[in-house]
């Protein structure tokens, strides 16, 4: 074990899970922990109170005459479970061959303590940096950021930059150097289906009384037609279509539909006619069910009607759909179908619009330049389907573009039981966040 990598594994034990109150105490420890690190490196650093969790900010002293560069990245953690899926203790680091399992390994604290590892070192071996850097690691992303757009707006002085870095996106394989320059955006609802006023003999009443669960299950399968399309009125106006650079530029990885199949273990792949898997999964907006319930879920039969029956709802968004219109198609076009005889409640969740820069900007050039010195290969140019919601905000807010340079594997199993990152991927990082201060210097 170098030191590098026992400090990492500190890092990792801390469960730092964002959408468990019961963890605040665990997330405010790792944000001390992120504090005394950048102070043990000469940062300037600050520990900032929200009304959620921390937020942790630290800058090298800045010199007028060169760029700032922005590192964002996010000290929270998603829930372990199903906690019985995992081969060794979800916060006990693990390493197995180049492997190391732990969650948040790869989301997101590997990768930003790769940044912040590189910055190390650069600073131990010439007392200074090419460029101003701000750190700025939040403790909410899991939960959609609710407190650090608003902490954006407070700080906009404070945080003033030229560019922002973020490694929290994906490679295409192991060893191929990829830039992300799209993410998709989100929209989260929950709706309930509430009947009968008690839960009913399902013999006694059924066929007469309208069932919530059935209910919720045509509007489930409402949402999309044959072909996969889907069937809100409204959903695909602001929709925009994916240039032929892209579609060939993704045409050109290695197979796409086989790597889908092949990562997610599934014997067919069923995605909106027309476009690749890359495509669909990348540029184009989706409606997908994150949860389904109502009536009896135990061992055996139970004759019952339930009295109620409840979906939970996602939408991808691509450019330059708006988070709260799609929303409101999608509540109209739920509640127009629930039957007289039933009732539905629909409940908006958090959002966040989709992002895309030009990767051939000056910034986008210097980061392609960084990650092929960092990994030694040509970089591909891709967009990613999973969302960061701030990014657009960091745009929005401090006027700036966003260089999403991942090292997220495809079989890092990131949200998922037994989620890993490679010592490999660490090593890279550390390398890539100093070619890439390099670069971006000039
Ligand atoms: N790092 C992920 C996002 C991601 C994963 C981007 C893979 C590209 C490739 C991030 O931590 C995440 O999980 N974001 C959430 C969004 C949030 C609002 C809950 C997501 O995408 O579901
Ligand atoms: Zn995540």
Redesign the pocket.
């Known amino acids: 074990m170098t030191p590098q990598l026992t400090e990492f594994f500190h890092f990792l034990r801390f469960p730092s899970i964002s959408t468990d109150r019961r963890h605040r105490d665990d997330v405010r420890d790792c944000a001390n922990f992120l504090i005394q690190k950048f102070t043990g490196m000469g940062l300037q650093t600050e520990l900032h109170e929200t009304p959620g969790n921390p937020v942790v900010v630290a800058k090298n002293a800045p010199k007028p005459d060169r760029p700032t560069v922005l590192i964002y990245g996010?000290y929270d953690v998603?829930p372990v479970d199903p906690v019985d899926e995992w081969d060794t203790p979800p916060f006990e680091p693990t390493l197995k061959g180049d492997k190391i399992f732990c969650r948040g390994a790869t989301?997101?604290k590997g990768q930003h303590f790769s940044h912040m590892l590189g910055v190390e070192e650069t600073l131990e071996e010439h007392g200074d940096l090419p460029v101003n850097v701000i750190f700025l690691l939040e403790g909410e992303?899991?939960?959609?950021?609710p407190n650090l757009a608003p902490f954006l707006e407070q700080h906009r002085e404070a945080l003033k930059c030229d560019i922002c870095a973020v490694s929290?996106?994906?490679m295409i394989g192991p060893g191929i150097p990829t830039m992300?320059y799209g993410?998709r955006g989100?929209a989260c609802l929950e709706f309930k289906i509430h009947g009968p006023s008690l839960d009913l003999h399902s013999g006694v009443y059924g066929g007469a009384v309208p069932n919530p669960a059935t209910i919720a299950a045509r509007l489930v399968a409402s949402l999309h037609n044959d072909s996969e399309v889907i069937q809100i009125p409204g959903f695909y106006d602001d929709v925009v279509p994916l240039e032929q650079w892209e579609r060939d530029m993704w045409a050109s990885l290695p197979d796409g539909d086989a790597a889908t199949m092949d990562e997610t273990g599934v014997a067919g792949l069923l995605g909106e006619t027309g476009f690749t898997a890359l495509e669909q999964r990348w540029g184009r907006p989706t409606a997908e069910v994150n949860g389904i319930g109502g009536g009896y879920q135990g061992e055996g039969s139970k004759t019952v009607i339930a009295r109620e029956a409840m979906s939970k709802l996602s939408f991808r968004l691509v450019p330059d759909q708006a988070p709260e219109k799609i929303l409101e198609h999608a509540r109209q076009f739920l509640t127009a179908q629930c039957p007289d005889s039933c009732r539905i409640d629909v409940e908006l969740g958090?959002f966040?619009p989709a992002y895309v820069m030009d990767p051939h900007s000056k910034y986008g050039k210097a980061a392609q330049r960084a990650l092929e010195t960092a990994f030694s290969g040509e970089p591909r140019l891709i967009r990613?389907?999973?969302?960061?919601?701030i990014i657009q905000s960091i745009k929005d807010i401090l006027g700036v573009d966003t260089l999403l340079l991942?090292l997220?594997l495809p079989d890092c199993q990131?949200?998922a039981p037994n989620e890993s990152f490679t010592v490999t991927n660490f090593e890279a990082g550390i390398r890539l966040n100093r070619a890439l201060l390099e670069e971006l210097a000039g």
């Open positions: 996010h998603q989301d997101n992303e899991e939960i959609g950021s929290d996106t994906g992300t993410l989100i958090h966040g990613e389907g999973g969302s960061i919601p991942g997220a990131i949200h």
